[in-house]
């Protein structure tokens, strides 16, 4: 089982909608939570950190953590074309694991016209 | 805030010479600094963690003798990946963990460095 699972997508949305992204878990010591954007070619931006169960909102963009469930979402309201990129969703389970933080392969956003 | 930069931005070489990429954190010190690779079309690959004024902790599978890092300051890490063959052309990105604004161990990432290996 992989550490960070994402699906790969493409999601597609139209222009305007809510983009609902998700991503699981599998070590339940994980402390720490984050969402990148990146763009073809380019390397990840941050977008949002979450640590604890609940929401954090930032402008459009929601994340969503549930530590039971070992699952955390990232929602983008009014999606634009410019949201289209791979968004990777990063875990980092503590000292114990190095604090490092572990990658899930990305899902695809695109958002059209 | 929170400003990572890369240089160079991207390098052709020779088989066989190597190159050095180098990683500031432009407006906070980390002591922190990690090291990944990209092939097209996969997800970030970590290769070391580096910590100030200490050696490198490298991952499994990777080869310390042939990527060197180097921590020298709380804002400057190099890799130089010795003796380059093309099998080591990729995407080349640094994060330094840390500063304003995000958690104790949020990660910002450098804008990366193309390396092609002719």
């Known amino acids: 089982q992989k550490e960070v699972e994402q699906n790969s997508g493409p999601l597609s949305v139209p222009e305007g909608a809510i983009a609902s992204l998700n991503c699981t878990y599998s070590?339940?010591?994980?402390?720490?939570f984050f969402w990148y954007r990146q763009y073809s070619g380019k390397s990840p931006e941050l977008i949002m950190f979450?640590?604890?169960?609940g929401d954090k909102e930032d402008g459009r963009f929601t994340a969503q953590l549930n530590k039971a469930s070992q699952y955390v979402s990232l929602l983008i309201r009014d999606s634009q074309p410019s949201d289209s990129a791979t968004y990777l969703c990063a875990v980092n389970i503590g000292a114990g694991g190095g604090n490092k933080l572990t990658f899930g392969t990305g899902t695809q956003l695109k958002v059209e016209l | 805030g929170a400003v990572v930069s890369q240089h160079p931005s991207w390098v052709i070489c020779k088989s066989g010479t190597s190159v050095k990429i180098e990683c500031r954190s432009l407006d906070f010190q980390a002591t922190t600094m990690f090291w990944y690779r990209q092939f097209p079309k996969q997800s970030l690959m970590l290769m070391a963690t580096s910590n100030e004024g200490s050696k490198a902790t490298y991952e499994q599978g990777v080869e310390k003798d042939k990527f060197l890092i180097n921590h020298a300051s709380l804002t400057l890490s190099t890799l130089t990946v010795t003796s380059a063959h093309p099998e080591d052309s990729s995407f080349y990105i640094c994060?330094?963990?840390?500063?304003?604004?995000?958690?104790?161990?949020?990660?910002?990432f450098g804008p990366g460095t193309r390396l092609t290996v002719l």
């Open positions: 994060s330094a963990r840390g500063g304003p604004g995000g958690g104790t161990d949020t990660q910002y």
């Open positions: 070590d339940r010591g994980s402390q720490s």
């Open positions: 979450i640590y604890s169960n």
